[in-house]
């Protein structure tokens, strides 16, 4: 699959390897998502690059891969990741592009990819999908290290450069802020989709993603007496399986308690759960066909959310916590921001966008201005950008690469 080429450096004819080090499909988490959308759209805006995967598995799961995954990684075992630094040095790869969280992969705070990425000969780009205010010693440890290592870094967001600024010391010129990639898929008009989907004759809300504690869910389900109060045609779902560590350690018992809330507060017919983790076709379907979107997230220090980011770019009129990401992308007036864990403000907010519907198309004309910019195809021409900078210019010394191998070894 993945056979010797000659790099080219302009026009159409560019042809790089462009590595991605990731949880990848069919996994099912967010980063792995991610990764899949930001492969295929790099490959689609550069047809001839080649773009295989370096994919993390975490302990005591199996996945059945797709092709374009040239090297699985146990999450524990360290040998497997000296031994794609191997792979991925034979295959003389251009530029190797990480997507950090500090959970995928082994080690005090994930330090075992750090084995990894210090073996390679071609330059890192490493995104940084969480960055902490207040790391702990063990996570700045692994930052500084990955600093070393790394070309360049990408966030998403001015708050995430700032953070490594301030609590990582980061020199802001190593580090790029590239939106989280939105996808741009035509739908049919909203009534047929509300039809399709048992959503006829109600006032909606949306929430979707992996379920957990943090979410704040549970401060939606308690304003939905005041909203169903004035509109009794209220329906808020919330769409995804519950994340699965949680399922892992405490079971369902989260979700569980959702419901029973949901049947105290008397609004079990106003509260549908999908549970399930849905494909991108119908995620796309549910945010064209719903009417609000809502993130009532519990913690500020949350940089990026990428279920935020698909909403605004479904132009999807958006209410949200304040956090970090949320205050960054709907502060200039793109959405509404609501206090932490205050459910009475949720609930004026939505009575108040459902009785204001020249409101409610104002911000959804405002996210889908802003969703365009974010756009997977114009993302993935910000990363081509970077790696042929990179490239061209490393910020760091790398030694040169060995000779191409017509023959991969997958570990």
Known sequence: MFEPVVTR???????PRIAFLSSYVPRRCG??????DLS?????????????????????????????????VGEEK????????HVLNDLGVDALLVQHEFGIFGGAAGDYVLEMLRRLECPVISTLHTVLQHPNDEQRRVVE?????????????????ELLAQANGIAPGRVSVIPHGVPARHCDPKEILKRRLGLEGRRTILTFGLISEDKGIEEMIRALPLIAARYPDVLYIVVGATHPKIVEQHGEIYRERLELLSRELGVESNVRFVNRYTALDELVEYLAAVDLYITPYRKEEQVTSGTLAYAIGAGRAVLSTPYWHA???LGDGTGVLVPFRDSDEMAKACVTLFANPGKMAHLEERARRKGNQMSWPRVAAKYVDLVKQTVQTPTKHFAPPQAISARVVVI
């Open 9 to 15: 450096n302009c026009g159409t004819e560019y042809a």
């Open 31 to 36: 980063l792995a998502t991610f990764t899949d």
């Open 40 to 72: 295929r759209a790099v490959h689609n805006y550069l047809p001839l690059a080649q773009c295989p995967i370096v994919a993390m598995t975490d302990r005591g799961s199996t996945y059945e891969y797709p092709d374009d995954v040239l090297v699985e």
């Open 78 to 85: 360290l040998d497997d990741y000296i031994k794609a630094a």
């Open 145 to 161: 290290e990955l600093d070393r290592v790394s070309a360049r870094f990408v966030v998403m967001t001015d708050k995430a450069a």
């Open 327 to 329: 205050t960054e992308l």
